[in-house]
Structure formats: structure tokens, C-alpha cells
């Protein structure tokens, strides 16, 4: 177990540290999980858990844009939404443990409008639902993206999320399946799906 000096929120830990911006003075790569773990979780089913160790090395309160270093001193941006409250509780030098959880689609089809990578809405479920493992916040975010693949047989679709990495989720139920009959890979769509974050900060 992680000394927890402190845990933010509920809220906080649902609204989560999530869209990696590109930035010229910041490096591009995407930090690579600490550890990758899988649960099961009731009416989810296996889902894999990413577990990263950032450093929080500033923050701009006028754009919300919170710097990160990972352990190998390479920097990327992200912004923090307003659910997450006043960055003042932020301090530099401060390690980060965050986890996410990619859960189900709940929700997709064809969009009509809209650009890729854009989030249309994020819904704050609840500090926690039953099954997710401890300290998770869970939340529903509504994303235009372009679709990379679906597997109709499997019941799965991969898409690109708004921090750049690509999932892979089942559909949550059968009306979610009927409408993944309906989709190819390459249409412009929009998609809803379960996430759980936590962000623990460590000092």
C-alpha cells in the first residue's frame, strides 16, 4: 500500500487528471503505466487497471494546463477540469499516483457533427460503484472519435479517447451491441463509456 498523505475528493478523483495536450516545449511521448493490473468488477466484468507516478511540477489557474514529469524526467501537459477544484491543493515537487480504469461503452453511434477527440459531456457517476476497487471515482464520458476497429463478433470497439491512448471496450448491454452491427471502422462516431480514476498525492 502507497502512504497516502493525502486523497482528493470524490469529485476530484472522477474529474481526474485526463487530456494529454501536445505542447512544443513539452515532450510528446506518452508516459508508460508504472504497472498494469486486471479486476473484475460486477456487471463490467475483467478490466485493466494503468497505474502512473507523476511529479506535479506547475500549474497555470488561468487555463487549468497542470504540468507532469515522469520518474524518466519527461514532461507533458494536461488540463485539469473544473470538477477538479482549486489547483491551489497542488504542490510542486509532489508525486501522483494515478489510476485508470477503462470500463464498457454504454452508449454509440454515427455522428453527424463534430471533430475527433473532442468531449461533448463528462458525468460524474459516483465516488465509487459497487465492485470498482477502492478510492476509484467513476464517470461517463460522452466523446466524438473516429472509430480504429470493431469486432462485431467479440462485441468490442477501439477507439482513440481524449488523451491520445487507444482503447478497446465491450459493449455494456444489448442495445449498445445492436448498434455496434451498424458501425465500420472509419466512421466519425460518438461514443459514451465508463472510466474510473483515482489520484492519490504522496509526500
Known sequence: MFEIRRTFAA????????QIMSGAALAQARPAPAEV???????????TVFTYKAQFVSADPA????????????????????LLGDLSFFRNGETL???????????LGKARQGKPGEVMSEVVLDAGLPGWPEGFGVREVTLTTIFVDVNKAAGTVTFEGPDGGVRTLR?????VLADLQQVQPGDLAQVSYLEGLAINAIR
Open 11 to 18: 469529485v476530484a478523483l472522477a474529474a481526474g487528471l485526463v
Open 37 to 47: 493490473d486486471t479486476v473484475i468488477v460486477q456487471g463490467v466484468g475483467q478490466i
Open 63 to 82: 487555463t487549468r494546463r497542470v504540468v507532469l514529469e515522469d520518474p524518466s524526467g519527461r514532461r507533458w501537459a494536461v488540463i485539469a477540469p473544473p
Open 97 to 107: 499516483i494515478i489510476r485508470k480504469a477503462p470500463g464498457v461503452v454504454t452508449a
Open 171 to 175: 459493449a455494456a448491454n444489448d442495445k
